[in-house]
Antibody
Framework: QVQLVQSGAEVREPGASVKVSCQAS????????IHWVRQAPGQGLEWMGR????????VYARKFQGRVTMTRDTSINTAYMELHGLIYDDTAVYYC???????????????WGQGALVTVSS | EIVLTQSPGTLSLSPGERATLSCRAS???????LTWYQQKPGQAPRLLIY???RRDTGVPDRFSGSGSGTDFTLTISRLEPEDFAVYYC?????????FGQGTKVEIK
C-alpha cells in the first residue's frame, strides 16, 4: 500500500535551518510529484512547493522562494524539504503529499505523510 | 495568483442536518483541478472530492461537490458524528497549488 513516512519532530533556534524527509513506499516514486504543505498551530494549510522526483525539477510558492530547497534521493525513495533562516512563525507541522505529475490528471493530493512538527524556539 | 475564499468560517450544526460549504475563487478556475479535503485534529488532511464533483474511493455518498467557474460547493447531506472537522478547498493552476482558509463544521 502507498505510504509516505516522514521524519520526526525537530526543534531549531531562530536563524537555523531544518531538513524534513518523506520516504515513499508502495508505488513508483518517480511517477508522482511530492508536495510540501505546512500548518501553523490553529491555522490552515499552506502549500510550499513541489518536486518532481523523476527530473528533480521544483516549483516553489512565491512566499518561500529563496528560503526553501526541495531535493530527492531516488535510491531510497525519499524527498526532502529544507527551510533556511527559520523564524518563530515557521513553527508548524510540515506535511508531504503526493500528486500525479501530469496536467491530464486531476493533480490532487491523494496520499499524505503523517506530518513533522518543527518548533522554532530560542 | 488565484485566491480561494471559503465561507462560512465556522458552521454550527447538529448531527443529521445538511451542511453546505462554499469555496469562491478570485477568478474563474478549471473545475478539473478543484479539490476538497477533510482534516480532523491531529491528523493529516484526507482527500474527499476531486475534479469538483468526484468522490475519492471510500468516501460516503453523503458527501457531494458541485460548481464551476468561481463558485464551488461541498455538501454533506446528513451529518454523521465523524463528519465534524475542518474542510479545505484547493486549486491547481499555472504550476501553483492554493488552499482556501478552511471551514470548521462543529457540533451545535
Amino acid at each position: 500500500q502507498v505510504q509516505l513516512v516522514q521524519s520526526g519532530a525537530e526543534v531549531r533556534e531562530p536563524g537555523a535551518s531544518v531538513k524534513v524527509s518523506c520516504q515513499a513506499s508502495g508505488y513508483s516514486f518517480t511517477g508522482y510529484y511530492i508536495h510540501w504543505v505546512r500548518q501553523a498551530p490553529g491555522q490552515g494549510l499552506e502549500w510550499m512547493g513541489r518536486i518532481n522526483p523523476k527530473s528533480a525539477g521544483t516549483v516553489y510558492a512565491r512566499k518561500f522562494q529563496g528560503r526553501v530547497t526541495m531535493t530527492r534521493d531516488t535510491s531510497i525513495n525519499t524527498a526532502y524539504m529544507e527551510l533556511h533562516g527559520l523564524i518563530y512563525d515557521d513553527t508548524a507541522v510540515y506535511y508531504c503529499g503526493r500528486s500525479c505529475g501530469d496536467i491530464t490528471c486531476p493533480l490532487h493530493f491523494d496520499y499524505w505523510g503523517q506530518g513533522a512538527l518543527v518548533t522554532v524556539s530560542s | 495568483e488565484i485566491v480561494l475564499t471559503q465561507s462560512p468560517g465556522t458552521l454550527s450544526l447538529s448531527p443529521g442536518e445538511r451542511a453546505t460549504l462554499s469555496c469562491r475563487a478570485s477568478q474563474s478556475v478549471s473545475s478539473s483541478y478543484l479539490t476538497w479535503y477533510q482534516q480532523k485534529p491531529g491528523q493529516a488532511p484526507r482527500l474527499l472530492i476531486y475534479g469538483a464533483s468526484r468522490r475519492d474511493t471510500g468516501v460516503p455518498d453523503r458527501f457531494s461537490g458541485s460548481g464551476s467557474g468561481t463558485d464551488f460547493t461541498l455538501t454533506i447531506s446528513r451529518l454523521e458524528p465523524e463528519d465534524f472537522a475542518v474542510y479545505y478547498c484547493q486549486h491547481y493552476g499555472s504550476s501553483l497549488w492554493t488552499f482556501g482558509q478552511g471551514t470548521k463544521v462543529e457540533i451545535k
